[in-house]
């Protein structure tokens, strides 16, 4: 069994940052490749980042590449994701979850592949 819970959320205005943290108990956090999707209303889960298990690989959706950061630290089984120059489109539900297996990195965006999720933390982008 494991448990994700994503911290952080809030109100930003446009232009501003966030740090989201997605800490993580009850299995071997640092076997599993992880990533953060989020969800706006009315619209699909998107795929945002992934990162490897090691850390050593990324995996950005064109529309965050180069404004947000993912990272993790192992030894406190937690991932991150830095968002900065944040526009009014980011404001949506930020979760993450585990990958099962081994997938390539450009696999990494289907939703299909992780089998545990977080709950999520809402982020509001104020324009």
């Known amino acids: 069994q494991v448990q994700l819970v994503e911290s952080g959320g809030g109100l930003v205005q446009a232009g501003g940052s966030l740090r989201l943290s997605c800490a993580a108990s009850?299995?071997?956090?640092?076997?599993?490749?992880m990533g953060w999707f989020r969800q706006a209303p009315g619209k699909e889960r998107e795929f945002v980042a992934a990162?490897?298990?090691?850390?050593?690989?990324?995996y950005y959706a064109d529309s965050v590449k180069g404004r947000f950061s993912i990272s993790r630290d192992n030894t406190k089984n937690t991932v991150y994701l830095q968002m900065n120059n944040m526009k009014s489109k980011d404001t949506a539900v930020y979760s993450c979850?585990?990958?099962?297996?081994?997938?390539?990195?450009?696999?990494?965006?289907?939703?299909?592949?992780?089998?545990?999720w977080g709950q999520g933390t809402q982020v509001t982008v104020s324009s």
């Open positions: 990162i490897s298990w090691s850390g050593g690989n990324t």
């Open positions: 009850g299995r071997t956090f640092s076997s599993y490749a």
């Open positions: 979850g585990l990958i099962d297996g081994t997938p390539l990195p450009t696999q990494w965006a289907q939703a299909e592949l992780y089998f545990y």
